[in-house]
């Protein structure tokens, strides 16, 4: 047969030639990107025939390239399943195969064109298991780490406190909790009132931990502990250069620390009339400026502050502005003193010796009624701080297993015998309702709530303890 040049066999050959050219390319091409794959890979046909195998592959298999193409991949490759996934057509993932001694963790993956398998890639993620745990180990070690950096920023910027956190059953307390929760869900400032010792940073905390700025920073600043000379820098921050001896980089104040997030400002009447003004320009136009900044910066802050002294008394003295009084005074949650808290005292007992036991390491079996009656009619100046420090005192200087009216402080039990000189019948009967309030509360807080049982305890009749429970405005 002659072949004429341009003749239509001589086209044919040239345009076989070329596409041959171009799937050698192809071929080059794919081979390349196999050998700088960071995987061994391996490519078989539908019945099982190795097409194609990477560098890595092949070293793994301790062969040459040129002895694995071709060949039928059980041939060269023991506990394969690459022909097994050819006919069914269903991938397998990070699948454990052994070979040569070794186990490593191989996928295969079928490849479909026009709904039919037409080639499998196989591919080695870890020529070792133990590749994989010490990966699986690192892994696991970073997880840690983060989770302590987690938990140390939510020490430092979080609520430590929830409402659950703060114990009592008394109705004053609850109607302060029950309004606490329903404020929280808005964004409004709070205002804290109540004495020293109270608690005013537990609601504080429960109420930015209930609110939607939860997940951001709580920011907490005593204003009457910062001089104040180094307030406005504290709270607003300052710029690179503001001032002799300013960080370079400048410093973030608590406010731009607080953003998307509470700030809770407490012992707020100690804060200078200048600081007031600042404050009330947060309040208003919700920007704060740094020192030798030259334009505000806006923020995005929740206010709740707290105070032990009465603010209007304060603002009638002139120390107190009456504008950031009525800018803070928007809901105001008075919180209990202790001797308010009918009830309350015998489960803060119970549970500040449980915590102390626990923290000291130093056991007791409870405390006498002697002991406990004294406390219950202690007025408690310092309220559940000085709580929690008589007990602890109490502990390190007990002799016997229970704490006994000894253990207790002398200026406790000199003031208990003080308001009991002075003391009249109605104040005697004022004790003795307090007792029988407590002795109530217990008895159906032991019974759960069956009002029945709790009479029985009692030993009195179910209408005599239905008429005692309307007179102390007991609640299941």
């Not at 910027?157 to 703060?166: E, N, V």
């Not at 104040?228 to 607003?236: A, G």
């Not at 921050?237 to 980089?249: L, M, N, R, V």
């Not at 003295?317 to 105001?332: A, E, S």
Request: proline fraction near 2%; aromatic fraction near 6%.
């Amino acid at each position: 047969m002659i072949i004429h040049r341009n003749g239509w066999v001589h086209r044919l050959i040239k345009e076989l030639a070329g596409r041959a050219r171009e799937v050698k390319l192809e071929k080059d091409m794919l081979q390349t990107i196999l050998d700088h794959a960071y995987e061994g890979v391996l490519i078989v046909d539908v019945n099982g025939y190795i097409l194609m195998a990477n560098q890595i592959y092949a070293d793994f298999l301790e062969k040459g390239l040129n002895e694995l193409i071709g060949k039928h991949v059980t041939d060269v490759i023991e506990n394969t399943r690459m022909h097994i996934v050819g006919q069914t057509g269903k991938p397998e993932i990070a699948q454990i195969q052994k070979i040569n001694g070794h186990e490593m963790i191989a996928s295969r993956i079928p490849v479909f064109n026009e709904d039919k398998v037409v080639a499998v890639v196989g591919t080695v993620m870890f020529q070792e298991v133990d590749d994989l745990f010490a990966l699986s180990k690192k892994v696991e070690n970073l997880r840690k780490e983060l989770n302590y950096y987690k938990d140390e920023l939510i020490k430092r910027m979080g609520a430590k406190y929830s409402f659950d956190t703060i114990l009592g059953t008394s109705g004053e307390l609850e109607r302060v909790k029950s309004l606490a929760k329903r404020v929280a869900k808005s964004d409004t400032t709070i205002l804290l009132k109540g004495e020293s010792g109270t608690g005013k940073e537990l609601f504080a905390h429960a109420i930015h931990r209930e609110s939607y700025r939860g997940g951001g920073p709580l920011i907490k600043v005593n204003c009457a502990a910062i001089p104040e000379t180094l307030l406005e820098s504290e709270l607003f921050g300052y710029k690179e250069g503001s001032f002799t001896g300013a960080k370079k980089s400048g410093k973030k104040g608590k406010f731009a620390l607080a953003n998307g997030g509470t700030i809770f400002l407490d012992e707020i009447s100690e804060m200078p009339l200048m600081m007031q003004v600042k404050l009330l320009r947060v309040l208003q136009e919700k920007e704060i400026e740094p020192i030798g900044a030259e334009t505000p910066e806006p923020v995005d802050v929740r206010i709740i502050a707290a105070t032990n002294k009465d603010l209007l008394e304060l603002v009638e003295q002139g120390k107190f502005r009456h504008d950031l009084y009525y800018r803070l005074n928007v809901v105001t949650l008075d919180i209990p003193a202790l001797h308010e808290r009918g009830g309350d005292l015998s489960l803060l007992i119970s549970f500040f010796l449980e915590k102390l036991q626990k923290e000291t390491g130093i056991q007791a079996k409870g405390i006498t009624r002697e002991a406990e009656e004294i406390l219950q009619v202690y007025r408690w100046p310092g309220n559940i701080r000085e709580l929690r420090n008589v007990l602890e005192r109490a502990l390190y200087v007990k002799t016997e297993d229970m704490i006994s009216k000894e253990d207790l402080p002398l200026a406790v039990i000199e003031s208990v015998r003080r308001e009991g000189d002075h003391s009249s019948a109605s104040t005697l009967k004022q004790a003795v309702e307090r007792a029988e309030e407590k002795a109530i509360r217990q008895a159906i807080r032991e019974e759960k709530g069956d009002r029945l049982a709790a009479a029985r305890r009692l030993g009195i009749s179910k209408s005599t303890l239905y008429a005692k429970m309307v007179r102390y405005s007991i609640d299941d």
